[in-house]
């Protein structure tokens, strides 16, 4: 009897820190692949807009008074580029032109110094693996480096294997740039986005909705939570169920719903529902078919248009956050059907474990600026022991008493006989 008890422990244990490895491990891709969504994305096969075309029209619509414009940045990604240093040291890498803010196109950690601003005419940024390929160093900031015919100075070096470098062009460029980032004042849409593009005249360009992609990413990320959330409530409404027939004791139950259903809709930080899911009819099947069977056709034809180092990052991030989640859903269902707390200092101790082994598997990854902390991922394991204890407290207290199914059975009777 002790080794079997000593075995479902062992399980118990092992299962609880595989659940908050997997699901830390989901947070860490998780914040990367949110950060690699901010606005709605616009990419040309062929051509592109240009830093002097863009110009222009951000001009013409400041004196059009024209409002809700977005924040623009275009980028190129450029394959194989030739630099060299001082010391005439050459090699190829990824050269990536932008006009606007660097950060809104990458999610990568800077080491040293920063990405060069829009007004940088003469800055630069490399990874740490090109600087090491170049220099043996990450140290590297303010040393000059050719590119293409021009010297520029490297202003910041950012944490990244591949060799890869960004630099800024300026407002006259009429280089055509093949990628536009947006960002639109509140919740960036993709009607927001092909108004814009045809007031604009940037026509040609397919469209990539990006919020709805770090929704879905949201969702999927809090699955070991809504599991648990789900867990509780099917526990509440059985126990209520259980309890309708007796009316005192139901009373006496009534408390216990109001505070889980408090208790779950404070930690249950679910994201809102993007305004193009809402139907004017929850029923309408062939809006759910046309919405679903859109954004997956979206999305691989992107995907199947030449992707850049972004689109690959973000696609193994999302797939990453998928994985792991999924992973941490299993092994968190296994821990809640196996938990059983008889104590209230066992409550407290699971709470203070949980917590303690989360924030220490959390620790190496608060050093990436990308790292996305969810309330339900804290609270919502800890309310599952709560709410645990409180039904095995109760199954001493809330005892059925047979005379009262009775009176009750009796009054209804009457009732009936009476109609």
């Not at 947070?27 to 990419?43: D, E």
């Not at 803010?101 to 990568?108: E, L, M, P, V």
């Amino acid at each position: 009897m002790k080794t079997n008890k000593s075995i479902y422990n062992r399980v118990l244990m092992v299962s609880a820190l595989l659940a908050v490895f997997f699901w830390c491990t989901a947070c860490s891709f998780y914040g990367t692949a949110v950060s690699l969504c901010r606005g709605i994305s616009v990419k040309w096969e062929n051509g592109g807009i240009s830093p002097l075309a863009l110009t222009r029209h951000q001009t013409y619509a400041k004196q059009d008074g024209a409002t809700d414009q977005p924040e623009v940045t275009l980028w190129q990604a450029n394959s194989d580029k030739e630099v060299m240093t001082k010391d005439k040291r050459i090699m190829n890498t990824d050269v990536i032109v932008v006009f606007g803010d660097c950060r809104d196109i990458t999610s990568a950690v800077m080491l040293h110094g920063d990405f060069p601003a829009r007004s940088d005419q003469f800055g630069c940024a490399v990874s740490s693996g090109l600087a090491f390929l170049l220099w043996g160093s990450t140290n590297v900031s303010g040393l000059p480096i050719k590119i293409g015919g021009d010297v520029r100075y490297v202003r910041g070096v950012f944490e990244e294997e591949d060799p890869r470098l960004f630099y800024q062009v300026q407002d006259e460029s009429k280089e055509l740039l093949s990628n536009m980032q947006l960002k639109f004042p509140g919740i960036g849409t993709r009607e927001k986005a092909e108004s814009y593009l045809v007031a604009a005249d940037f026509s040609g360009g397919m469209i990539l909705e990006l919020p709805v992609i770090e929704w879905i990413l949201d969702i999927i990320f809090r699955f070991p939570a809504i599991i648990l959330a789900a867990g509780i409530l099917v526990r509440v409404i059985r126990r209520g169920k259980r309890l309708w027939p007796y009316p005192a004791l139901f009373i006496f139950f009534l408390p216990s719903i109001f505070a889980v259903s408090a208790g779950l809709f404070f930690c249950m930080d679910l994201p809102e529902i993007p305004a193009g899911f809402i139907p004017t009819m929850w029923s309408d099947f062939e809006f759910w078919k046309s919405l679903f069977m859109g954004h997956w056709e979206n999305l691989i034809t992107w995907m199947m248009a030449a992707p850049t180092f972004r689109d690959v990052r973000l696609m193994l991030a999302s797939l990453m956050t998928i994985l792991f989640s999924m992973c941490a859903s299993v092994f968190v269902a296994i821990v809640a059907f196996m938990v059983r707390l008889h104590a209230f200092r066992d409550v407290i101790l699971g709470c203070v474990a949980y917590t303690l082994v989360l924030s220490l598997l959390l620790l190496p990854m608060v050093s990436d600026h990308n790292m996305m902390f969810c309330k339900a991922m804290y609270l919502i394991p800890c309310l599952w022991f709560c709410v645990d204890f409180m039904f095995y407290w109760q199954e001493g207290k809330l005892v059925f008493v047979p005379d009262e199914r009775k009176d009750s059975d009796e009054k209804s009777i009457s009732q009936q006989t009476e109609n």
